[in-house]
């Protein structure tokens, strides 16, 4: 009877919509989005999340390119490091630099004693910059590696970034605000009367800072209070700055994210739509799409002037074959594997293999793809069985040291609905 209904829903959906509704949705994390940043030409995005992994995102097309998996921890911050990829900060306390998409950082920056929260590179690119629990900030040089300590805080820094000429700004948990000079004398402490979040300062100088009491503060290069603007009543979580210096994009922990207009000190919008409250906020160079990570594992687009969540417009990798298979609950649960696996061996490998023949395959079998060593070296055969098995209790338990990020599906009936649909499609 049920199954009756749901045939006739499909069939009716299918009639008044024929194509396929695509998301603009970035989909792979198992946890929150902690950080995220795009590329300088706009065409790639980096994310960090509590699942402990990073990934690159090609932004064209949704999909996502590469898993990375080498942070212990938690992912707190992600930059793009000009010339030559991404950086990430993360609870273990190092900073990893990713060049491409190769799967090996190509560099490691190691230093802090607690995680690192916040991550900045100098506008020229030469210097990186790193917040951490460990009540410092490290400047790094990207030439020679040679470090710089700035040690004044008393507890957690949550906030990093460089000013114009070099000098370098930093939020604590303790209320203040640090101005450290570029030639190295004492810093200005400004403090002020809630914990400290993040920090932007802006190509002229201008200062912003997230606080815990729900209010965006701005300052001049020197420290000279200029103004403040009530976002809400939570703390702000989140912030970020276009590439031109014009808007700030400031998120609470209750889920209101604001678009603040600069020059006027106003607020020109506010976010409406899902994925609410967000973790954190990227600007794409252009200025008009604002990329969140949120609680829902997703990253969401969003127009940077109108605050209107951006609908669907790129199909979403799969989405195409999924369409085929409309009012199936295999498919539909698929939706959340489709970023990552492709069906058939035209449309490849992605982020992970191609699950052609997947059933009655020996686990990190197809050809030309990467495999992680801990997949390697294990002895499994994928069959309907042990493909349920992996997401009743999670790749990290039963493929410990695999790169595929943590996800479940709770449901049993779910599970069989997707191997019985997989044993149907990967033939
Ligand atoms: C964000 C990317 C991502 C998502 C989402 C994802 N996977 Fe994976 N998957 C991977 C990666 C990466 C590997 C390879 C793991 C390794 O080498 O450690 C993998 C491996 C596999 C394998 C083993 C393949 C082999 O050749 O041994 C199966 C089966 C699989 N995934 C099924 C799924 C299913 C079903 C879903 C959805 C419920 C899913 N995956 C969601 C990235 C993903």
Known sequence: MRRTACATLAAVLFLA????????????????????????????????????????????????????????????????????????????????????DAAEPARVLEGHKGPVSAIAVSSEGGHLASASWDETVRVVSLADGTARVLEGHKGPVNGVAFAPGGAVVSSGYDATLRIWPADGGAARIVTLPAALNGVVVAPDGEIAVAAADGILRLFGPDGAARAEIAIGQTPLIALALSTDGATIAAGGLRGQVALIDRRTRTIRATLVGPGLPVWSLAFLPDGRTLLSGGAD??????????????????????????????GERGAQVFRACAACHTLTPADGNRAGPTLHGILGRRIASAPGYAYSDAFRTMDIVWSKETVAKLFEVGPNAYTPGTKMPEQRIGSAEDRQALVDWLEKVTR
Do not use: Y
């Open 297 to 326: 594992r997703l990253v969401r687009r969003w127009n940077a002037v109108t605050g209107e969540h951006i609908g669907p417009v790129v199909p979403r990798a799969g989405e195409d074959v999924l369409a085929a298979f409309q």
């Open 17 to 100: 919509a024929p194509a396929p509704a695509p998301a603009q949705e970035l989909r792979g994390h198992g946890g929150p989005v902690r950080a995220v940043a795009a590329s300088p030409d706009g065409r790639f995005a980096m994310t960090g999340s509590f699942d402990q992994s990073a990934i690159l995102w090609r932004l064209e097309s949704g999909a996502a390119d590469k898993v990375l998996r080498f942070h212990q921890g938690a992912i707190n911050a992600v930059a793009s490091v000009n010339g030559l990829g991404f950086a990430t900060g993360a609870e273990d306390g190092r900073i990893a630099l990713w060049q491409g």
